[in-house]
């Protein structure tokens, strides 16, 4: 089941092709955490697909679960630490004006940002991750924070764009590590970080050679 806002009812459904600056119904920041702060059945999944959100979007400390947000456009800061992320969840194809704060955010199931746009950084400092932590084909044009994660599954950054500098320090991954093309454009620190699965760097592009600060405990192949 899924639910309605304005009016829109749909299934939730894989799609290949988002358009990224969505021209979809407007929201507020302040109308879109009421409306996601809402306790919902079991298995309905609220449609928040093609949103165009306008200023400041605060969900600090909310329980979210079971929104797809898929192709939204957020034009001012997208600010969510110590969220609880449950159910199902997508923020993929997203376009992110402002910074985009994750600090110590909590992901029952996997944090999807595939393919999404941030225009001025991202922070997941201290999050948790029970699945999947996905930024596949995603491009982050300010400093990328994802130090002392803790992932239960696996890290995926095929053809992850870092346009700035990124830090890795002292994240674990239970799983394993998919970078195949990434891209750091900028300073890249992975000191302390521990990769229990498979390691996988090949065409991996940094200056220097940070990702040797990587204490794999798997196979890697670079």
Known sequence: MVSSVGGVVSEVSERTEVETLSNGPRLTGHELRNLVSVLRPTGEVLD???????GSTDLSDCEISDVDFEGCKFEGPFLAPRTKWGG????????FGGNVDLTEATFELDA????????NGLTLSRATVWGVLCLDGAIVEGPAFL???????????D???FR????????????????DRA??????????????????L????????PFEQIADYGYRWS
């Not at 891209?183 to 996988?200: D, S, T, Y």
């Not at 090949?202 to 050679?209: E, F, L, R």
Request: proline fraction near 1%; glycine fraction near 12%; hydrophobic fraction near 35%.
């Open 48 to 54: 928040m697909r093609d949103r165009h959100i306008s």
């Open 88 to 95: 199902y969840g997508s923020l993929m194809n997203c376009y």
């Open 112 to 119: 999807r940002f595939d393919r999404s746009r941030f225009q």
């Open 147 to 157: 130090d002392k994660l803790e992932l239960f599954a696996n890290l995926s950054l």
């Open 159 to 161: 053809r992850t764009a």
């Open 164 to 179: 700035s500098l990124v830090s890795f320090e002292e994240s674990e991954c239970l799983g394993g590590l998919w970078g």
């Open 183 to 200: 891209r750091v454009e900028g300073k890249a620190n992975a000191r302390g970080m521990e990769v229990h699965g498979r390691l996988w």
């Open 202 to 209: 090949v065409g991996v592009s940094a200056p220097g050679t």
